[in-house]
């Protein structure tokens, strides 16, 4: 049994010493984060989510929050990863039946199970709660069959929470969602999406052709999946997301920082850059930025794990808010870091590219506003 203060100081020493090391060669050579995961694991961080009853940490949205923000502080690829497996951790710890709970999770705890999610399809882009694909039902059982598109750690995780139409749904956000395991037949893992940022996530289209679909895979009751998608994979992705934002943020921030606070030109009397005004300026919209988006995730985090009716406000506000407060920092931090930092030295260029995959991952933060929107407005969401 794991305790969490230990777990995440080890996180804090895990970041330090592999994940920052790491960093450029996982973005350079675009592969996936294969030691950091398996470190992770060894760690114990896989399975911060999985209640204590199955050997886990029994970890919730604040902790993971905090694990995720440490990570993507040292290697945004490799957080995104463990936000990924954490989502699909939650829904077989919300979900899972106790078989399904029984096989799976003790191996997330040993460190040898990597989940991931396959929601998104072409026919509903940034939408992924609406899938278009659908459950088919014949003589010898029911079968999927699905394109899945930027699924990350695909061909890497050993499990995949898919959504699907039930069978027979009469509208569309009658959903299932299934546990798939890694060789499951007729899974096969696409090319690899070649993404700006984040070039470490092994991101890639799955097709699914006439998988067949067991009692055992069904996470939830017949048709719940969307319930399961608001109430269990929205808040830990949001949340997360938000979170992978800060740590970013936090990176760029202290690499422009360091870079003011040392570089100084011979010909202005050696004064470095950290005295002129206007760099001053910039470092502090930078950190009321970084700031207010951190008290805003404390506030979700604290109305999400009180029961607060107006929690789901904030968890859809708080990764557009991170997603844009992550933006505009690294945008200043690259003004400051001058050529240094549009070179690939420093890190603040790959800082720049994995920032804006925040505001395309679904719900995207048009999307997002759109249903914040709605909200303030009283209108319903769907
Ligand atoms: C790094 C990365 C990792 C990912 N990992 C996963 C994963 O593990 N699993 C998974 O299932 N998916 C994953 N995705 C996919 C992701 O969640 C989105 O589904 C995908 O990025 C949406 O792309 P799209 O091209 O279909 O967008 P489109 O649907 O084409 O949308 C493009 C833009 O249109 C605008 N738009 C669309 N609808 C509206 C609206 N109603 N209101 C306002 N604006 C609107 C928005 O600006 C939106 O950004 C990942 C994506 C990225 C970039």
Excluded: W
């Excluded at 199955?54 to 694990?67: C, I, K, N, Q």
């Amino acid at each position: 049994m794991e305790n969490i203060a230990e777990l995440l100081e080890r996180n804090e020493i895990l970041a330090r010493e592999v994940l920052a090391p790491a960093a450029d060669e996982v973005d350079q050579s675009r592969s996936f984060p294969r030691k950091n995961i398996e470190a992770a694991g060894q760690a114990g961080l896989l399975g911060l989510l999985v209640p204590r009853e199955y050997g886990g940490a029994g970890g919730g949205l604040p902790e993971m929050a905090r694990v995720l923000e440490t990570m993507a502080e040292a290697c945004a690829s490799t957080a995104m990863v463990v936000l990924m497996h954490y989502c699909g951790a939650a829904t077989v710890v919300a979900k899972g039946s106790p078989t399904l709970k029984d096989q799976v999770l003790p191996e997330i705890v040993r460190g040898k199970h990597l989940s991931t999610l396959a929601f998104s399809e072409a026919g509903s882009g940034v939408h992924f709660y609406f899938p278009v694909s659908e459950v088919s039902q014949n003589g010898s059982g029911q079968h999927l069959s699905a394109r899945k598109s930027f699924v990350t750690s695909a061909g890497e995780a050993d499990s995949y929470v898919v959504s699907s139409r039930k069978a027979g749904a009469a509208n569309p956000t009658e959903l299932n969602l299934y546990l798939l395991p890694r060789g499951t037949p007729g899974f096969t893992v696409e090319g690899r999406f070649e993404g700006l940022g984040l070039a470490g996530n092994s991101s890639a289209a799955v097709t699914l052709d006439q998988v067949p679909l067991h009692d055992e895979h069904l996470l939830g009751a017949e048709g719940s999946g969307f319930q399961t998608m608001m109430e269990v994979v929205l808040p830990h992705f949001q949340i997360g997301a938000a979170s992978v934002s800060l740590g970013i943020a936090a990176a760029a921030f202290r690499a422009a920082t360091t870079h003011v606070g040392g570089r100084k030109y011979e010909h202005a009397g050696k004064v470095p850059l950290s005295a002129i005004p206007r760099v001053q300026f910039l470092a502090a919209e930078m950190a009321l930025e970084l700031r207010s988006a951190r008290a805003y995730l404390a506030e979700t985090l604290r109305r999400a794990t009180s029961g607060d009716p107006e929690a789901m406000l904030d968890v859809l506000g708080v990764k557009a808010r991170a997603a844009e407060a992550c933006a505009a920092v690294v945008s200043r931090a690259m003004t400051l870091g001058g050529g240094a930092a549009f070179g690939r030295r420093g890190g603040l260029e790959r800082m720049f590219r994995d920032a804006q995959a925040a505001a395309v991952m679904a719900p995207g933060t048009d999307v997002l506003k759109e249903f914040l929107g709605k909200a303030c407005l009283g209108l319903p969401l769907f």
